[in-house]
């Protein structure tokens, strides 16, 4: 049976988490999109290429094979998971993803993955339009600034990485406003997208009321 899932949100409002019980529980492949930009913003910032000429960032993304295997990223076999999980590679990643070539690049590694899965769940900005626009079940996270600020703090102070309340706040808004107001695949609900407010709803509660929308 073939079955799609994509799901779309603010940063830090537990998407990944869901995704990853998803999964496991329905035997779902799980594939985080904007893993892919944290991986590729990893290589160019190491490089120092963010701001270099097209030709120069592709000829860098392309030296390197990047994997993902749920939540777990590779680079060249190399587990660099917790390394994509800071502030500054979260921005640039926000960054680069709003240049179009960049996004094409992802895009097709993305939709030849999903050919490959007969059951796949994604989750990412414009996951929708750009990846999924026939997907089975479309999904929107969100939850209040505050909320998932006290939960990127927590989940930095996991991976033992610094995470300041205030830094990490404004560095979120930051997000959120440039992943709504860029031009190229702005965050945005589409056409048949379940709204999901995970603000004071436990994990717990927040699968329970996604499994229900799950028709497999």
């Known amino acids: ?14 998407k990944s988490t869901i995704c990853k019980l998803i999964a496991k529980d329905f035997d779902f492949i799980f594939v985080s999109t904007g893993g892919f930009y944290r991986a590729f913003a990893y290589i160019l910032n190491k490089a120092k290429k963010i701001d270099v000429s097209e030709e120069e960032i592709i000829n860098e993304l392309d030296k ?6 749920g939540d777990i990223f590779y680079i060249d076999n190399n587990d660099v998971t917790s390394l994509l999980k ?11 993803a709003s240049r179009a070539y960049i996004r094409n690049y992802v895009n097709k590694r993305l939709v030849e993955l999903i050919k490959t899965y007969p059951k796949v769940l994604m989750d ?8 999924m626009p026939d997907a089975d079940l479309k999904l929107f996270f969100y939850s209040s600034l505050f909320i998932r600020t006290k ?23 930051k997000r959120d406003w440039k992943d709504k107001h860029r031009e190229l695949a ?10 999901i407010n995970t603000s004071k709803k436990s994990i717990d509660e927040v699968y329970l009321e996604v499994k229900k929308y799950i028709k497999v």
């Not at 390197?64 to 295997?69: I, L």
């Not at 800071?86 to 680069?96: C, N």
């Not at 702005?186 to 709204?195: E, F, N, W």
């Open 1 to 14: 049976m073939n079955y799609k899932i994509a799901i779309d949100g603010t940063a830090g409002s537990g």
């Open 64 to 69: 390197y094979n990047v994997e993902v295997k």
């Open 86 to 96: 800071t502030e500054d590679i979260s921005l640039i990643a926000s960054t680069i």
């Open 124 to 131: 990412g900005r414009g996951i929708v339009e750009e990846i």
């Open 151 to 173: 939960r990127r703090v927590k989940e930095l102070k996991q991976l033992n990485k610094k995470g300041n309340f205030i830094s990490v706040y404004f560095d979120l808004m």
């Open 186 to 195: 702005p965050s945005k609900l589409s056409s048949g997208t379940i709204k």
